[in-house]
Structures are given as C-alpha cells and as structure tokens.
C-alpha cells in the first residue's frame, strides 16, 4: 500500500500567478516581472502620475500605470538601492 501524497499549500512558489490573477491580467500584464528593479513593462501601459517618497537611504520615485487593454492599475518603484523594486500591482 503507498502511502498518501499531500500537497501542502506552503509549498507553492509565490511568484506563480493564482487562478484569479490570470483570469484579472491580461497576457501582457502577466508576464511582467514583479518586485524586481529594471523590469520592462508593456507597450499598452499608460503612465500615470508619480510621487516622491522616503527611503532609509534617501527619496525614491513612483510612477503610476493602467494598462488600456485589461485596466490593471501598476505601480513602479525605481529604487536603485533596492534589487526587489519594480512593478507591483495595485489591482483594477
């Protein structure tokens, strides 16, 4: 008799894309690469407005985006101290 295989939701990758931001992003939105300085965007971004804020090393900027094909709202976050900055999405 083999034993049970279970499958432990801890173990799932968390840069995967859940169901429901597939079913929410549109092709092009989806492969963005999140959380991750100098990653290209996509041509049907529109830039929004950007604003200042404070870091422990000094200001940084974010600029705002919606994309025109599925109107995702993204922000970037060009930090150049911080590797893990980039595209994060603020949702619809």
Same mark, same amino acid.
């Given at each position: 008799?083999?034993?049970?295989?279970?499958?432990?939701?801890?173990?799932?990758?968390?840069?995967?894309?859940?169901?429901?931001?597939?079913?929410?992003?549109? &092709?092009?939105?989806? =492969?963005?690469? %999140?959380?991750?300085? +100098? !990653?290209? /965007?996509?041509? &049907?971004?529109?830039? =929004?407005?950007? %604003?200042?804020?404070? +870091? !422990?090393? /000094?200001?940084?900027?974010?600029?705002?985006?919606?994309?025109?094909?599925?109107?995702? !709202?993204?922000?970037?976050?060009?930090?150049?101290?911080?590797?893990?900055?980039?595209?994060?999405?603020?949702?619809?």
């Amino acid at each position: 008799m083999q034993p049970a295989i279970q499958s432990h939701p801890m173990t799932q990758d968390p840069t995967q894309n859940t169901e429901s931001d597939a079913l929410a992003l549109c &092709e092009s939105c989806a =492969g963005i690469q %999140r959380n991750w300085r +100098r !990653a290209p /965007g996509h041509a &049907e971004l529109v830039q =929004g407005l950007n %604003r200042k804020e404070p +870091r !422990a090393h /000094g200001q940084v900027t974010i600029t705002r985006y919606r994309c025109e094909r599925c109107g995702t !709202a993204w922000e970037y976050e060009n930090n150049k101290v911080n590797l893990h900055a980039g595209w994060s999405v603020l949702g619809r």
